[in-house]
Antibody
């Protein structure tokens, strides 16, 4: 059974930093691209970033470019999102997700339950 | 930039057919994926690559995509189908994953 468990969501002040983690199990982690997505409660889904299976390529939505960094540690079956220069509009539930392939361009077939990030003074 | 447009809400009686649209400029040239999100839960993939149903998804769920509109069709709608539905594509020109704004299905 595929399992994705996010952690690291907290309340942080504007301008602060945060690192989200996602521990994966139940599938060969190093074969698949992994994504981060977010959702403001009551609003729609927004893709944030993905990293390819081999970690050679990373992509970001425009609003987080230069502030967020996605990475993976295949030895720990873990995905990370380093979030810097946080803004109030970064507040959301952040989901870790696995896609069906390794390129980052395939459908997302498994999602974690999410971790809540609140950026507020 | 490419935009996916979904109606905010669709209402259907139990046992009827729901048709949820996803509009975009020549979206028929892209592969569209559909997700169901029930309240308080993570999204679930219900149709991918326009028409493919993942294992475990009922045959009542089907998809189509042509021209400027993709559709998710849910036949014999049940109360448990009440959820938000999102379409998604990979936009290769700008190299981003795009979601529609979501459609709330009320049964």
């Amino acid at each position: 059974e595929v399992r994705l468990v996010e952690s690291g969501g907290v309340v942080v002040q504007p301008g602060g930093s945060l690192r989200l983690s996602c521990e994966a199990s139940g599938f060969p982690f190093n074969d698949y691209a992994m994504h981060w997505l977010r959702q403001v409660p009551g609003k729609g889904l927004e893709w944030v970033s993905f990293i390819t299976w081999d970690a050679l390529s990373t992509y970001y939505t425009q609003s987080v470019k230069g502030r967020f960094t996605v990475s993976r540690d295949d030895s720990k079956n873990s995905l990370y999102l380093q979030m810097n220069a946080l803004r109030p509009d970064d507040s959301a539930v952040y989901f870790c997700a696995k896609e069906m392939g390794g390129s980052g361009t395939q459908p997302i077939d498994h999602w974690g339950q999410g971790t809540l990030v609140t950026v507020s003074s | 930039s490419f935009v996916l447009t979904q109606a905010p809400s669709v209402s259907v009686a139990p046992g009827q057919t729901a048709r949820i649209s996803c509009g975009g400029d020549n979206v028929g040239s892209k592969s569209v994926h559909w997700y169901q999100q029930r309240p308080g839960q993570a999204p679930v993939l219900v149709v991918h690559d326009d028409t493919v149903r993942p294992s475990g998804i009922p045959e009542r769920f089907s998809g189509s995509n042509s021209g400027n509109t993709a559709f998710l069709t849910i036949s014999r709608v049940e109360a448990g189908d009440e959820a938000d539905y999102y379409c998604q594509v990979w936009e290769s020109s700008s190299q981003v994953v795009l979601f529609g704004g979501g459609t709330k299905l009320t049964v």
